[in-house]
């Protein structure tokens, strides 16, 4: 069964802290995403990366770095946590673009700044 | 770009009752549309796909059929059950790597 295993179901941190949030997927997939979720504005993408060591900005990467060392790996890091980071990240992968390669994805890490 | 229009909910239903969620797009060339759920304090997973026009998608009774000429994949059942209480995602991917989804509609079945 394909996965895609998030460190953290739920997390609490102080304003100020720098924090990891770990993704890995186990079906060799070269494209990874991470989405925020909040109520009415659906899924929002920080970043996504469609090989090892390639990154791209998304719609809203402002206070959030990435890091894809290797293939099944890709790390959220928000370098000083601020309240209105207070949300659901979503971790995806896929294949490559192309006709039917649709995005998995893991269960979600609730993060609470405070 | 690519955009991804669907009905705003809450969407409130009885057992038994017929299901639509509408959903709309904004493409260049030939996407692939997907529908995904996601249930309470879950990631989303696939329901169902279609990957060219007038190709159906289904899964556990839940259909949608892929609509060029109205640029439409409205997702249907013929009878909810309370299990299916849930977040419904429209989404698309087409010529780049990234795909895009709709805000989401939530779906509340009552016994």
Not at chain 2, 30 to 59: C, H, I, M, R
Request: net charge neutral; hydrophobic share 30%; charged share 20%.
């Amino acid at each position: 069964d394909v996965k895609v295993t998030q460190s953290s179901r739920y997390l609490v941190k102080r304003t100020g802290e720098k924090v990891f949030l770990e993704c890995v997927q186990d079906m060799d997939h070269e494209n990874m995403f991470w989405y925020r979720q909040d109520p009415g504005l659906g899924l929002r993408l920080i970043y996504f990366s469609y090989d090892v060591k390639m990154k791209e900005k998304g719609d809203i990467p402002e206070g959030y770095s990435v890091s894809r060392e290797k293939k099944e790996r890709f790390s959220l890091i928000l370098e000083s946590a601020s309240t209105n980071q207070t949300s659901m990240y979503l971790c995806a992968s896929s294949l490559p673009q192309g006709l039917g390669a649709e995005a998995f994805f893991g269960q979600g890490t609730r993060l609470t700044v405070v | 770009g690519n955009s991804v229009t669907q009905m705003e909910g809450p969407v409130t239903l009885s057992e038994e009752a017929f299901l639509t969620i509408n959903c709309t797009y904004t493409a260049t060339g030939y996407p692939s549309l997907f529908w995904y759920v996601q249930y309470p304090g879950e990631g989303l997973q696939l329901l169902l796909k279609a990957t060219k026009a007038d190709d159906k998608g289904s899964n556990k009774g839940f259909e949608a059929t892929y609509r060029k000429e109205t640029t439409s994949f409205h997702l249907e059942k013929g009878s909810v059950q309370v299990s299916d209480s849930a977040v419904y995602f429209c989404a698309l991917r087409g010529g780049s790597y990234i795909p895009t989804f709709g805000r989401g509609t939530s779906l509340i079945v009552h016994p």
